[in-house]
């Protein structure tokens, strides 16, 4: 069933893949995606995974789809107005999911490429990996984000190799008129490397920014890979994130999402696939609204082979008229034995009319694992919280420290000194 919400944006995008050029590497990953969104549109409320998120207001009939195109002119100021003081990175600028080689740093590692994404299709980790974990017949804009995408990013990290410093990309959205851009990242860790990403995000414009961001990750045999979405932003932003992750055996991949106030709507999809044995999988989550803020968290750690262990801890703050979603799901395969799987979702209400769904769920087939979720929303400790005023603790001050100590368990997991300290920072100027 077409589920298109606004025929602007759904033709604007016909228009565009009928009239590209359909050779090459990816044509025929394009043309799968494009009969899928040609025939499903973009979802409604009647698709299951959007029941709590009505698209439609997000997506207007002005939006214009743009490709790496700006209306600011990006300087060293505004660059510098998004770094993490402390933390020493590489840094790599994007617009729109464009690479601004001038604002970027060179990095000369062994066995590191970065590269534009439609530079890459030649190589072969590219063709080995691209559009191989992502299906496009089941997510709506996955499949336009695959006819469509022409920026964003290849990161391949070669055999044993190690980046010890992290890579910092910050994205910049800005253009000129309401605008629809679908940057792809594809990222390839291989075999006992090691590698660390943190991603921030700014906008520079007036005007309405829709971001449809498509990320695949590969983490090789034994290899770490931690990643870092620190999501940050204004009313004039909107972002829909889908990522998809494929492990394979021993190795280790951690996920840290924090989600601030500022941005109107979110919709985070985090999916991890385990597909050999002794894998661990670590997610840590915060997002905290405000305003008339839509935060969406949706999860699937998808357990395929025995003894591996998975881990995920989100926590919620609402505050104001804001509404948060999570949607957690845990799937043990038949073969899957021995697996540990930890899901938790922990929510603070603050506004009188905020709100959150709540929804984590586990679907189990193998019959020797452990595996345990659960789901809470409260409110303050009215006793905690007098306990601190009468110490001479004023309000605000005693508001910051009692969500700092509910955050703290998935804080605490940041193994980086100065992004743990910038993320407690923007909790604190979040609750002003």
Known sequence: MNTQITSSLYDQCIATYNTEQKEGTLAAIRKQAFTSFQKNGFPSTKVEDWKYTNLKPFIQDNLQLVYG????????????????????????????????????HQINEKGFTLLPILEATELPAFQQHFG????????????????????????????????????????????????????????VVEENARLKVVE?????????????????????KSANFQQYNIQTGDANA????????????????????????GISFLRNNLHIALDGEHIESHMYGLYLSGGAQLVDNHTIVDHRKPNCQSNEHYKGVMQDASTGVFNGKIFVQEDAQKTNAFQQNNNL?????????????????????????????????????FYL??????????????????????????PDESIQDFVNGLIEEGLK
């Open 389 to 414: 005023k009468t110490r001479g603790i004023g309000d605000e001050k005693a508001k910051t420290l009692l969500v700092q100590a509910f955050a703290f368990d998935v804080t605490d997991k940041i």
């Open 132 to 187: 191989k974990y992502t299906d496009v017949t089941k997510h709506h804009l996955t499949a336009v984000n695959t006819a469509l995408f022409k920026d964003g990013l290849f990161v391949h990290l070669t055999k044993s190799q190690v980046v010890e410093k992290p890579i910092h990309i910050i994205h910049v959205s800005t253009a000129k008129t309401d605008f629809f851009t679908q940057p792809r990242y594809l990222y």
């Open 349 to 385: 209400i603050l506004g009188d009319k905020a709100s959150v769904n709540s929804k984590p769920q586990l679907e189990i087939f193998a019959d020797d694992v452990k595996c345990s979720h659960g789901s809470t929303i409260g409110q303050f400790n009215n006793e905690a919280l």
């Open 69 to 104: 195109e700006t209306s600011t002119a990006l300087t060293k100021e505004i660059i510098e107005s998004a770094l993490i003081p402390g933390l020493d990175a590489y840094i790599v600028v994007l617009v729109n999911g464009q690479l601004q080689k001038t604002l970027s």
């Open 238 to 261: 909107h972002f829909i994130q889908h990522t998809e992750v494929f492990q394979e055996t021993t190795s280790v991949y951690n996920n840290y999402k924090f989600s601030m106030p």
């Open 200 to 220: 921030t995000y700014i906008t520079t414009t007036q005007v309405k920014a829709v971001v449809n961001q498509l990320t695949e990750v590969f983490v090789g």
